[in-house]
Antibody
Framework: EVQLVESGGGLVQPGRSLRLSCTAS????????MSWVRQAPGKGLEWVGF??????????EYAASVKGRFTISRDDSKSIAYLQMNSLKTEDTAVYYC????????????WGQGTMVTVSS | SSELTQDPAVSVALGQTVRITCQGD??????ASWYQQKPGQAPVLVIY???NRPSGIPDRFSGSSSGNTASLTITGAQAEDEADYYC?????????????FGGGTKLTVL
């Protein structure tokens, strides 16, 4: 079964850091680009950023709202994608979803169950 | 970044046809993808590309596009289709390397 499982969420104070993990199973993780999407409580979906597969350089792109604070990385040997979040703000409070991007597609075809991040003092 | 605009709420009678729309400049360059999200659950991809359904998505879901508008049509809406629906696409502003989501449409099946 193709599956993504996020972990690492929790309560963190403003200005602190947190790292989320996305563990993949059921497919060849290294062949896919991976993206993070977040959803603030009661709000819509917001794209956070993505990382290309190593075949396409493994480079990253970010939304303006998180650029310079968030970093996405991947460990293909462990089938894990990471979202390192630094200098967290209260407005970063959201459920964070990990998603898969198939080759030759702009869609997010597989989603994890999400992990909640609460930024509060 | 560019924006995708959706109607906040739409309703449909059980068994009838409903169209949910998504407007934005990016849709002149890129196809929209559509996601269904039920309360407390992760989004699920229902339509991508020109009009493609992932495995397991009923054929009552279809997509279309014209100019700056993409549409998701549900033909013969069922009670289980009540959910929030989001469109997204590549962002055609800037370097075309980002994605953008619509604000979502809450579908009520009466």
């Amino acid at each position: 079964e193709v599956q993504l499982v996020e972990s690492g969420g929790g309560l963190v104070q403003p200005g602190r850091s947190l790292r989320l993990s996305c563990t993949a199973s059921g497919f060849t993780f290294g062949d896919y680009a991976m993206s993070w999407v977040r959803q603030a409580p009661g709000k819509g979906l917001e794209w956070v950023g993505f990382i290309r597969s190593k075949a396409y350089g493994g480079t990253t792109e970010y939304a303006a709202s998180v650029k310079g604070r968030f970093t996405i990385s991947r460990d293909d040997s462990k089938s894990i994608a990471y979202l390192q979040m630094n200098s967290l703000k209260t407005e970063d409070t959201a459920v964070y979803y990990c998603t898969r991007i198939p080759r030759a597609s702009d869609a997010f075809d597989i989603w994890g169950q999400g992990t909640m991040v609460t930024v509060s003092s | 970044s560019s924006e995708l605009t959706q109607d906040p709420a739409v309703s449909v009678a059980l068994g009838q046809t409903v169209r949910i729309t998504c407007q934005g400049d990016s849709l002149r360059s890129y196809y929209a993808s559509w996601y269904q999200q039920k309360p407390g659950q992760a989004p699920v991809l229902v339509i991508y590309g020109k009009n493609n359904r992932p495995s397991g998505i009923p054929d009552r879901f279809s997509g279309s596009s014209s100019g700056n508008t993409a549409s998701l049509t549900i033909t013969g809406a069922q009670a289980e289709d009540e959910a929030d629906y989001y469109c997204n696409s590549r962002d055609s502003s800037g370097n075309h390397l980002n994605w953008v989501f619509g604000g979502g449409t809450k579908l009520t099946v009466l």
